[in-house]
């Protein structure tokens, strides 16, 4: 199992990025998908997931009517797109396989926001 993401960066308070996680060595299909970050000194934190059956999304209250967690099943493929964002998103974004159970994890993208 490997999941990679990428699309992290620097970014200006009010700007957008799109990250993405590219999965391989599973049927990923049949799997709920999650992204967790975590700032510096702070505990990691589920910030949205996605169910396998239906698609169904959950936010943190946090990003609620910001971000936008989407999945492309053909490319194996799920996404965050982080909309408005703050400085208080600045932390490091993994995407993790599952959303509670104890499963895999991808390395991380840093993401900052600040002017």
């Known amino acids: 199992v490997q999941l990679v993401e990428s699309g992290g960066g620097l970014v200006q308070p009010g700007g957008s990025l799109r990250l993405s996680c590219a999965a391989s060595?599973?049927?990923?299909?049949?799997?709920?998908m999650s992204w967790y970050r975590q700032a510096p000194g702070k505990e990691r934190e589920l910030v949205a997931f996605?169910?396998?059956?239906?698609?169904?999304?959950n936010y943190a209250d946090s990003v609620k009517g910001r971000f936008t967690i989407s999945r492309d099943n053909a490319k194996n493929t799920v996404y965050l797109q982080m909309n408005n964002l703050k400085p208080e998103d600045t932390a490091v974004y993994y995407c993790?396989?599952?959303?509670?159970?104890?499963?895999?994890w991808g390395q991380g993208t840093q993401v900052t926001v600040s002017s």
């Open positions: 993790k396989r599952r959303v509670w159970t104890d499963d895999y």
């Open positions: 996605i169910t396998s059956s239906d698609g169904s999304t």
């Open positions: 060595g599973f049927t990923f299909s049949s799997y709920g």
